[in-house]
């Protein structure tokens, strides 16, 4: 379909766009040259890394420079870059998308994840291993790439596994730490866990539509029964949960913060855990033609977007209270996704605007890591602004943004979605004038507690009394500003934080932008006015900060933990997801396993072990007969023929 508010037909790619494969290319030659080179690259072989990055973002400038220039249904570029399946009637090209939803994930990939490559130069500068840690890094980038830029969902599906791979292994870069190995195989399996759904997607597009094409099957999807439609999307959902750590696949998550800060930040602001929005909005079609998935994907969203809040308001761990910032600020966004079209183009923006804020409050906690001598509990920390003004003064942005305070990027997009659930009057595809009381409610009170707790992480982490001592020992720390290849990162991410969700708000341009795509951003009518719900919004802020100052920018906080009543108790160990696993899954699991490899061993192995057994057997008792003596030999000779014979003579009469 073509025209205004109608999603575009794809023309062939032309100009910068039919050079979209360098983007994906370049960062992934650089990781295998980095690999393969060994140490001999290792004085100089990060600033590769960096440059591999830059490259990306720059030709991806000059792309968006191209689509800018085009008109709106002009700007959906596809190419085919050459055909990888053939198989009869199925075949499948590797192909690549570029168009407004994929320009946005690229430019927020490689900027911000430019932005993290130059970090980390500084960041891991000690590290014997860095070069190695850029060749990961460049990967990383060069996985998510395809798998945004991908025409079809065997193409995304390299990307997915791509980014899969990336993140074992820098979640478990310093896997000489036991317990940084075991979060990189937990992250590993619950995502191969997400992954069959993907796969199980795909299978049934092709049992639908001979294709795993995006087009055909955006083209396709109405024309089949609802119930195929709807298992789609479910299987669609059930990967999305495992990448982007949804419930209740969100356990790894937390335990991702093994890796080194960098990996950190690429992964919970530009890369892996965005994967999921990406695919939920890019399925949209599936999702208008199954109304029960799509609102599974709605409850799935406001779920984990108050799992992430209650979890993240107990931790004492810094970079544990952001990885589930991350999880909540994920919920929104697949709230946002499950919704519709009134809150796809919401969707994406507070993904884009959260690239940068996110991204900028892990590179401060990495900066309060490098001068508190990598402690990460905040009950160690107060008062640094008074010795790291630079990471204080960025991370602030950060923390405005997060809560959604005017004018900051975070009240542009978080805003957007929770005024677009306070208009949701369809629950699973029927008229439920409760619905958006129900889902508007969850999403403005999760704005509440995101303000406590994120103002808890940032009060006992910059305000109060200074309690700079190890946790070990009790020896005093000395904290200390970062260097400028950290701080201005940081600060670039800041004025992105600040400022980049009201420019793109001008003349509602982020979902004009995006209608190519996804078509035009439908206006809802929610259950509340507009300017009660920002009203709402801004004093449940109000109140989750202040009580946060009170408690721990005002108040002492203690070294030790202390008690806490059964709730405080079940967030800090993550509302015992861990436990839940291993009780429904885990442990089944493994007597399942036990069950099929006795079987294997008594059945399987018994049955070949048995038949060895008797061939070995007849072999000991024939080799009675072979006595080596001629007189011997010549007996069974005599008794064969005179046997033959009578057999003969028994036959003749």
């Keep these: 379909m073509e025209g205004h508010g109608a999603i575009a037909e794809p023309v062939a790619a032309t100009g910068a766009a039919s050079f979209a494969w360098l983007m994906i290319a370049i960062p992934l030659a650089s990781a295998f040259f980095l690999l393969l080179a060994g140490r001999h690259t290792d004085k100089w072989g990060h600033w590769l890394g960096v440059l591999a990055s830059w490259s990306s973002f720059f030709v991806g400038v000059a792309i968006l420079v191209q689509m800018l220039g085009t008109a709106p249904e002009g700007r959906r570029f596809a190419s085919t870059l050459f055909s990888w399946i053939p198989a009869g009637e199925f075949s499948v090209d590797f192909g690549l998308m570029v168009d407004p939803l994929s320009m946005t994930f690229v430019m927020l990939v490689t900027l911000v994840g430019s932005l993290i490559h130059v970090y980390a130069v500084a960041y891991m500068e000690h590290d014997k291993d860095r070069r190695r840690f850029f060749a990961y890094l460049n990967l990383f980038i060069a996985a998510m790439l395809t798998l945004v830029l991908g025409d079809s969902y065997a193409v995304l599906f390299i990307g997915w596994e791509g980014v899969g791979l990336a993140s074992y292994l820098l979640i478990g870069f310093w896997n000489y730490v036991p317990d940084y190995a075991k979060a990189a195989k937990k992250a590993f399996v619950m995502n191969r866990v997400g992954d069959m759904g993907l796969l199980l997607a795909m299978m049934a597009m092709v049992a639908n539509f001979k294709t795993v094409n995006m087009e055909a099957v955006a083209h396709g999807v109405a024309e089949i029964p609802v119930a195929q439609a709807t298992m789609i999307g479910i299987f669609l959902l059930v990967g999305a949960c495992g990448k982007s750590a949804q419930f209740p696949l969100q356990a790894w998550l937390g335990d991702a913060m093994a890796g080194p800060t960098p990996v950190s930040a690429l992964i919970h602001a530009a890369t892996m855990v965005t994967a999921g929005v990406y695919l939920v909005v890019r399925s949209g079609a599936v999702y208008q033609a199954a109304p029960v998935a799509a609102t599974i994907v709605a ?355």
Aim: net charge neutral; hydrophobic share 55%.
């Design 299 to 653: 409850i799935i969203g406001a779920i984990t977007l108050l799992f992430g809040a209650i979890v993240g308001a107990a931790k004492d761990d810094m970079k544990k209270v952001l990885a589930a910032s991350t999880m909540s600020q994920i919920g929104y966004m697949m709230l946002g996704a499950g919704l519709g079209p009134i809150g796809w183009a919401f969707a994406i923006f507070h993904l884009f605007t959260h690239g940068f804020f996110k991204a900028l409050m892990f590179l401060g906690a990495g900066s309060v890591m490098h001068g508190m001598g990598d402690q990460v509990n905040m009950r160690r920390f107060g008062a640094l602004r008074t010795a790291m003004k630079v990471t204080w003064l960025t991370f602030m942005m950060g923390w405005l943004a997060i809560l959604g305070v005017p004018p900051f990027s975070g009240f542009w997009s978080k805003d957007k979605i929770i005024e677009a659930a306070f208009s949701m009057d369809t629950f699973a595809g029927t008229p439920a004038p409760w619905a958006g009381w129900v889902f508007g409610g969850i999403a403005l009170f999760g704005a509440g507690l995101t303000a406590f707790y994120m103002s808890r992480l940032f009060f006992m982490t910059f305000h109060g009394t200074a309690r700079w001592t190890t946790e070990a020992e009790g020896a005093p720390v000395h904290p200390h500003e970062s260097g400028p290849l950290m701080t201005i990162p940081m600060i670039i991410l800041a004025v992105g934080a600040v400022f980049i969700g009201g420019l793109l708000s001008i003349g509602d341009f982020f979902s004009v932008w995006l209608t190519p795509s996804i078509g035009a951003a439908e206006h809802g009518h929610p259950v509340l006015p507009i300017p009660v719900i920002m009203a709402a919004s801004l004093i449940l802020v109000a109140l989750g900060a202040a009580l946060a100052w009170m408690k721990y920018g005002k108040g002492e906080v203690a070294t030790a933990v202390p008690a806490g009543n059964a709730l405080v108790h079940a967030a800090r160990n993550d509302l015992f997801q861990d436990t839940i696993n291993e009780t429904l899954v885990v442990t089944p699991g493994t007597a399942l396993v036990a069950m099929a490899s006795g079987g294997d061993k008594r059945a399987v192995d018994g049955v070949v072990d048995g038949v060895a057994a008797s061939a070995k057997g007849l072999g000991r008792l024939v080799s009675i007969t072979q006595t080596g003596n001629a007189r011997t030999y010549a007996s069974y000779i005599l008794g064969g023929v005179l046997l033959s014979l009578a057999v003969i003579i028994g036959f003749q009469l």
